[in-house]
């Protein structure tokens, strides 16, 4: 089942821009991670920020997270024709260490930019 | 190697078919995946692997038969599909219960249609 959603659901801008993506989930979590998806192909991880953490930093990206609001952001910075893709949140939630070791992934957001 | 490999890449079948879709993995994953992805939709989990034993199953139905002959291989069978079933069938592994986050590496899916 899904867990959260996301918004925008789609997102254009021009090159050189930056680009924000939002995440909320419902329940705890241990762990939030954002995927990224090119069109019809797998999803590639992009970078983790655990429950106990506000901020990650990795090149462009940059990610928020208020566990008092249940939200996650994620900021691309400088974007690039080549970033045009759908990008996912994912949640492993408080279950964790009882083995229940599976993602459940966010609505996503479609981003296209524009070269 | 830090790749899951799944085939075939594109698979039609009729709904009194039985085919199987394979998914390879060399990098000691001990966590396999089997996800559904409908079109502009999240990833949707199926069933969990977990050291080869079948820890999580979504109430998939019967039609779809998750193996798991060794911890590099899993295979989901297909039997008797809908065309509903149609839709991206995405394998992933992780390093499994005894890492400390679960970051998933996917496969480029296989495409399903059922006609």
């Known amino acids: 089942s899904q867990q959260g959603e996301e918004d925008p659901q789609a997102l254009s801008i021009q090159e050189g821009e930056n680009a924000t993506m939002n995440c909320s989930y419902k329940?705890?979590?241990?762990?939030l991670q954002w995927y990224r998806q090119n069109s019809g192909r797998g999803l590639v991880h992009l970078i983790l920020i655990r429950s106990n953490e506000r901020e990650k930093h990795s090149g462009r990206l940059r990610v928020t997270l208020d566990t008092s609001k249940k939200s996650s952001s994620l900021l691309i910075t400088a974007s690039r024709a080549a970033d045009t893709a759908s990008y996912f949140c994912a949640t492993a939630g408080s279950a964790w260490d009882t083995g229940r070791r599976a993602l459940t992934f966010g609505s996503g957001t479609r981003l296209q930019v524009q070269p | 190697d830090t790749e899951v490999t799944q085939t075939p890449k594109h698979l039609v079948m009729g709904m009194t078919n039985k085919k199987s879709l394979k998914c390879e993995q060399h990098m000691g994953h001990r966590a396999m995946y089997w996800y559904k992805q409908k079109a502009k939709k999240p990833p949707e989990l199926m069933f969990v692997?977990?050291?080869?034993?079948?820890?999580i199953n979504e109430s998939v139905p019967s039609r779809f038969s998750p193996e798991c002959p060794n911890s590099s291989l899993l295979n989901l069978h297909l039997h008797a599909l809908q065309p509903e079933d149609s839709a991206l069938y995405l394998c992933?592994?992780?390093?499994?219960?005894?890492?400390?986050?679960?970051?998933?590496?996917f496969g480029a899916g296989s495409r399903l249609t059922v006609l």
């Open positions: 992933a592994s992780s390093p499994g219960p005894s890492s400390g986050a679960n970051v998933l590496t």
């Open positions: 329940t705890s979590i241990n762990n």
């Open positions: 692997y977990s050291y080869e034993k079948l820890s």
